[in-house]
């Protein structure tokens, strides 16, 4: 069984900087692209970002520059670095294993003053 456990979200200020973790287990971790999406309030999924398994990576623009995607396949964990954080930031953070069948629960990050 696919499982996917997200971690490190919170409430920070502008500016700030959160780090976001995802647990993984069930799969060869290494074998799938990785990706992180978010949803806020009232509004529709948003992709933010993919780390395939070679270690590529791709960022929305709307994070491009302060978004920092990472793997570390030998701790089957996925992480997500987040700094200058605005408040337009703010969502429940998925992270989504290769072909988007399988979610984590998410994190919610609240970016408010």
């Known amino acids: 069984e696919v499982r996917l456990v997200e971690s490190g979200g919170g409430l920070v200020q502008p500016g700030g900087s959160l780090r976001l973790s995802c647990g993984s287990s069930g799969f060869t971790f290494s074998n799938y692209s990785m990706s992180w999406v978010r949803q806020a309030p009232g509004k529709g999924l948003e992709w933010v970002s993919i780390?395939?398994?070679?270690?590529?990576?791709t960022y929305a623009d709307s994070v491009k520059g302060r978004f920092t995607i990472s793997r570390d396949n030998a701790k089957n964990t996925l992480y997500l670095q987040m700094n200058s954080l605005k408040v337009e930031d703010s969502a429940v953070y998925y992270c989504?294993?290769?072909?988007?069948?399988?979610w984590g629960q998410g994190t919610q990050v609240t970016v408010s003053s």
């Open positions: 780390v395939i398994n070679s270690g590529r990576t």
């Open positions: 989504v294993k290769g072909g988007y069948a399988d």
